[in-house]
């Protein structure tokens, strides 16, 4: 009897022993942490001053790991902007095919309507250049925007060239990466090759009849 009670009253001890150290409030750390960022979290305030994160041992520069793209991001780019004076990239961006070469109706009439919306100010409805920025040469704008239709250049500037020009801008032509999406800019870009297929088409049908003009 008294060897049992014995063990009872030494289990009972080392029970309290458990429960009193494992409700201690001693505050307990590994020796080392594999990812202390990520163990312990730094509140990050929007607004604040965040010029000395180095100093505090935090590493962030609110920018997307290279290389990666947002969940919803659509066609990414792959072609970086070329740095100042560096070609490198802008004749690159020859190769990268149009993901939307093929539109629908419905989709054309989108891509003339945002056509209309961000390009046609300066280059007119028709593509040629001549937009109410510069009317004729009364308009605010002195330099004639590039026609689109019949400029040497242009008129045979490949899908993915055309799409870094927008994506990044060109000599007097801001970028339009705010104002249009991926999606967007690839489908304005179909309707201008289709507008430029159709001058194609149009021009050796009309060299005849002004031959004959001429000739009177």
């Not at 979290?41 to 505090?56: F, V």
């Not at 028709?126 to 242009?154: E, H, R």
């Not at 304005?188 to 004959?212: D, L, M, N």
Request: glycine residues 6%.
């Amino acid at each position: 009897m008294n060897r049992i009670m014995k063990n009872t009253s030494i289990i009972a001890c080392l029970t309290a022993v458990v429960l009193l150290a494992a409700c201690s409030d001693v505050k307990r750390k590994p020796g080392s942490i594999y990812m202390p960022d990520m163990a312990y979290s730094r509140a990050y305030e929007s607004y604040a001053d965040h010029s000395n994160l180095a100093e505090k041992g935090i590493n962030y520069t609110s920018m997307p790991v290279a290389g990666t793209i947002s969940r919803e991001e659509e066609m990414p780019f792959h072609i970086a902007k070329d740095a100042a004076g560096d070609t490198t990239n802008y004749t690159a961006s020859k190769l990268v095919k149009n993901p939307c070469d093929s539109l629908s109706t419905t989709q054309n009439e989108e891509a003339e309507r945002l056509y209309l919306v961000n390009c046609g100010i300066c280059h007119g409805s028709d593509l040629k250049g001549n937009g109410p920025i510069y009317k004729d040469g009364t308009g605010p704008y002195p330099a004639q925007p590039k026609n689109l239709i019949g400029d040497p250049i242009v008129s045979v500037m490949p899908d993915g060239q055309m799409f870094y020009s927008l994506t990044y801008g060109k000599n007097l032509m801001g970028s339009y990466a705010s104002q249009l999406s991926r999606k967007q800019r690839w489908m304005v870009i179909a309707y201008i090759k289709s507008k430029q297929q159709q001058g194609k088409k149009a021009a050796p049908a009309a060299a005849p009849v002004a031959a004959a003009t001429a000739a009177k």
